[in-house]
Nanobody, 123 residues
């Protein structure tokens, strides 16, 4: 069993930065950790994934170079640093955990989810 608790988010202007955190508890060390987002009326979208070692990371094209996923296993926390934010980044952001590095972009493959946090970017 894994529990995920998110923090961060808020309202910013275009071009600003935000950092989201996701703290895991339970038996999380073998899980793949990812971030997703969901805008109103849209499907949940994969953003980035990481292993706890950080040796494996993967990003969706739309955020590559602007967003950085990182992890600190000593704190049980995964981060999403978001730079150069755009209005189209506005969404509810979720962290998620799954056991294997396969089908990492598919939200239906994830076992555990954080509560979600709103990010709003104004132009």
């Amino acid at each position: 069993q894994v529990q995920l608790e998110q923090s961060g988010g808020g309202s910013v202007q275009a071009g600003d930065s935000l950092k989201l955190s996701c703290t895991a508890s339970g038996h999380f060390s073998s899980y793949v950790m990812s971030w997703f987002r969901q805008a109103p009326g849209k499907e949940r979208e994969f953003i980035a994934a990481t292993s706890w070692s950080g040796r494996m990371t993967y990003y969706t094209h739309s955020v590559e170079g602007r967003f950085t996923i990182s992890s600190d296993i000593s704190k049980g926390t995964v981060y999403l640093q978001m730079n150069s934010l755009k209005p189209e980044d506005t969404a509810v952001y979720y962290c998620a955990a799954k056991q294997r590095w396969v089908e990492i972009m598919a939200p239906g493959q994830y076992d555990y989810w954080g509560q979600g946090t709103q990010v709003t970017v104004s132009s």
